[in-house]
């Protein structure tokens, strides 16, 4: 079983559409970050949070430190939202770099 | 806001050739540089952590003579990948660690093609 399981792996959504992907982990934890990655390859952290939520835009992430849960939602969601999403765990007293990363959700917009 | 500059983005190379890929911290200084690779549907894999001044450590089953990694300054970590195989080519990419209150920033990658 993986440390950090994301779900949906695929997920296919119309435009405007409110969209959330979770993440679940099963190892102790610092922080969780949220990554987008495009076509292309390169990888933008949207958010690090520890606990609670956090907005940026339409984008909201929320965590359960006690669940080991954590949500990234879309909302009014827009084709240049398609991408890969990868919830990656931190504990900074760990190995492996410090960052364990789930296998990601692909999200595909259409217009 | 402090970002990491990888190059090459994209790079082909003959079997039996090396490719040195860089990542340069950019207004922070980064004693740590960690070095992943990427296989097309995976997971990011860590190969191998690089620190300022020392030796790379690197992660088991990863070749230290094939991933040579040079960070021998705070703003400059470098992948040289050493007889290139149609096997080595993959989607390599960076991170380097800013604070506990940002996290982790990454590099744009590199996609390395072997011919």
């Known amino acids: 079983k993986n440390e950090v399981e994301q779900s949906p792996q695929n997920l296919t959504a119309q435009e405007g559409e409110f969209i959330t992907i979770n993440c679940s982990y099963s190892?102790?934890?610092?922080?969780l970050h949220w990554l987008q990655q495009h076509p292309g390859g390169g990888i933008v952290s949207l958010f690090m949070?520890?606990?609670g939520k956090k907005k940026h835009g339409r984008l909201i992430a929320t965590i359960n430190i006690q669940e080991k849960h954590s949500s990234l939602h879309i909302t009014a969601s827009h084709p240049r939202d398609s991408a890969v999403y990868i919830c990656a765990v931190i504990n900074y007293g760990g190995s492996q770099g410090n960052l364990i990363f789930g296998k990601g959700t692909k999200l595909s917009v259409k217009p | 806001g402090a970002v990491v500059s990888q190059h090459p983005s994209r790079v082909i190379c003959k079997s039996g050739t090396s490719v040195k890929i860089e990542c340069r911290s950019l207004?922070?200084?980064?004693?740590?540089m960690f070095w992943y690779r990427q296989f097309p549907k995976k997971s990011l894999m860590l190969m191998a952590t690089s620190n300022e001044g020392s030796k790379a450590t690197y992660e088991q089953g990863v070749e230290k003579d094939k991933f040579l990694i040079n960070h021998a300054s705070l703003t400059l970590s470098t992948l040289t990948v050493t007889s290139a195989h149609p096997e080595d080519s993959s989607f390599y990419i960076c991170?380097?660690?800013?604070?506990?209150?940002?996290?982790?920033?990454f590099g744009s990658g590199t996609r390395l093609t072997v011919v």
């Open positions: 949070l520890s606990s």
């Open positions: 207004d922070f200084q980064a004693t740590t």
């Open positions: 190892v102790g934890i610092s922080a």
């Open positions: 991170s380097a660690l800013l604070d506990r209150v940002f996290g982790y920033t």
